[in-house]
């Protein structure tokens, strides 16, 4: 494969600016509940405590809070997917292939109920220089996937690989910038292996300039990450990788630097 477009990314690296934010708890009333997909549910949740939300980044995540079995407080990471503070609104969308404590209150969740959220506690917001982007993830990346495509200008170009079961978890993403979708199809039993997001990837040419964006489990991430370096010889400056989850440990996620 022709590498010769990657030395016009040796010289520069994309500014990443790490913002800290206040460090709050929110309580917050279910407004609304639907499923986008019969693998994903969508909350909408209201309050008063969402008049100074912020959130600048579409991978943010805030700890979302439900008591567990035994009365003890229980807290995951999520993705703020759409939020108004005019509205005092915010969306989160939980992906309900696993049966952890928050999925399980997502899923017996009514309009009226009640539920804490803390942070974001920051964001890492990248250049709006950049105007390639190369996002992929699987079904517990694609609110931030969705996000990030919702919230581009019409300038941007986004190019999004995303593992899911099947036709039917597809979602629908309305954005002005120029979209071009991937869907991998394989088994919720393979979440761990990388063989459906690797055979899309690797045709996928890779223009200068673009920022790679990667979360998924955390061995899948690191197979994809190693590819891009070690065989497409990626500078890892343009590559944010994430594991946003670990299998077989609850509440784990891992960061690649």
Do not use: C
Not at 31 to 37: G, I, K, L, M, P
Not at 249 to 256: L, N, V, W
């Amino acid at each position: 494969m022709d590498n010769s477009h990657i030395s016009n990314l040796n010289g520069s690296a994309p500014k990443i600016e790490r913002v800290r934010h206040e460090l709050k708890r929110r309580l917050l009333t279910v407004a609304s509940v639907e499923n986008t997909t019969p693998g994903m549910l969508r909350i909408e949740f209201a309050g008063e405590d969402l008049a100074d939300f912020v959130s600048l980044a579409p991978d943010d995540h805030i700890k979302v809070f439900v008591p567990g079995p035994g009365g003890e407080m229980e807290r995951r990471d999520y993705t703020p997917r759409r939020y108004d503070n005019d509205a005092r609104t915010l969306v989160i969308d939980f992906a309900i292939h696993e049966a952890g404590p928050v999925t399980q209150w997502a899923l017996a969740a009514n309009v009226g109920d009640r539920l804490e959220i803390g942070g974001p506690r920051g964001s890492a917001v990248i250049s709006n220089d950049i105007k390639n982007w190369l996002l992929i993830g699987d079904e517990t990346a694609l609110p931030a996937i969705g996000r990030r495509i919702e919230e581009a200008g019409g300038d941007a170009h986004i190019t999004a690989i995303v593992a899911v079961a099947d036709d039917a978890e597809h979602q629908v993403l309305r954005s002005q910038a120029r979209v071009t979708m991937h869907w991998a199809h394989r088994p919720l039993s393979q979440a761990t292996d990388a063989s459906a997001l690797m055979s899309i990837l690797r045709s996928v040419e890779l223009a200068a300039g673009t920022f790679v964006w990667i979360a998924a489990e955390a061995s899948v991430t690191r197979a994809l990450r190693t590819y891009l370096v070690e065989e497409r010889g990626y500078p890892l400056s343009w590559i944010k990788a994430s594991g946003y989850w670990v299998k077989g440990k609850a509440d784990t996620t891992e960061k690649f630097e």
